[in-house]
């Protein structure tokens, strides 16, 4: 089955402590992004990338980083520099050739202990 | 002015009911809109794009769009149970790089 796989489906971060959500996908998209919702709130983008080895910063990338070195691959750290880190994190994925569609991995939520 | 507005409900549509779900957006140089539906605590799920002016029909919903007075609607008829979720509403400007923007969502409620 063609997809976006996102592990894991809940986190627990501790204080100080870097966390990497996992994003991964089958369906040979160029560009794939993440945002973070909270409850109430719209989709914010914190990172995007539309080409292996190259991303840009979205509206919210303090406190974050994230790395493609695969096409099929997007991780998304959470560093310690997050102070407020518990949110809903969605990845989603979009081909070249039907850029404006984007498609979305079921979600990781992230807390905090 | 908030990029892209929608009315954070609750509304309550008696089932079997049309239920009509309204967005604006502020940039004029917007081509592309989006209607994704999303449980709770499930992630965004697409239901129709729409990408020119006038009504774009798929099984019960119809997506409008009027660039003049720049608002874009859902309307959901013969309305179920199982259309209760969160509506966004996205719009992407002319320029294929530019980022997607989504509205806060509007709760929508079926009534059985």
């Known amino acids: 089955d063609g997809g976006i796989t996102q592990s894991p489906k809940y986190l627990f971060r501790k204080e100080g402590q870097n966390v990497t959500l996992s994003c991964e996908q089958n369906?040979?998209?160029?560009?794939m992004y993440w945002y973070r919702q909270d409850p109430g709130q719209g989709l914010r983008l914190i990172y995007y990338?539309?080409?292996?080895?190259?991303?840009q910063k979205g509206d919210i990338a303090e406190g974050y980083s994230v790395s493609r070195e695969k096409k099929e691959s997007f991780p998304l750290t959470v560093t310690s520099a997050q102070k407020n880190p518990t949110a809903f994190y969605l990845c989603?994925?979009?081909?070249?050739?039907?850029?404006?569609?984007?498609?979305f991995g079921p979600g990781t939520r992230l807390l905090v202990l | 002015q908030k990029e892209v507005e929608q009315n954070s409900g609750p509304l309550s549509v008696p089932e079997g009911a049309i239920a009509s779900l309204n967005c604006t957006y502020s940039?004029?140089?917007?081509?592309?809109f989006f209607w994704y539906r999303q449980y709770s605590g499930k992630s965004p799920e697409l239901i129709m794009s729409?990408?020119?002016?006038g009504d774009k029909e798929d099984g019960r919903f119809t997506a409008q769009l009027n660039k003049a007075s720049q608002y874009v609607s859902l309307l959901i008829r013969d309305s179920q149970p199982s259309d209760s979720a969160t509506y966004l509403c996205?719009?992407?400007?002319?320029?294929?790089?530019?980022?997607?923007?989504f509205g806060k969502g509007t709760r929508l409620h079926i009534l059985p």
């Open positions: 989603a994925s979009s081909s070249a050739a039907a850029a404006e569609t984007q498609y």
């Open positions: 369906l040979n998209h160029d560009a």
């Open positions: 990338s539309q080409i292996v080895n190259d991303f």
């Open positions: 940039d004029r140089g917007s081509q592309s």
């Open positions: 729409i990408y020119s002016n």
């Open positions: 996205a719009v992407r400007k002319v320029n294929r790089d530019d980022k997607i923007i």
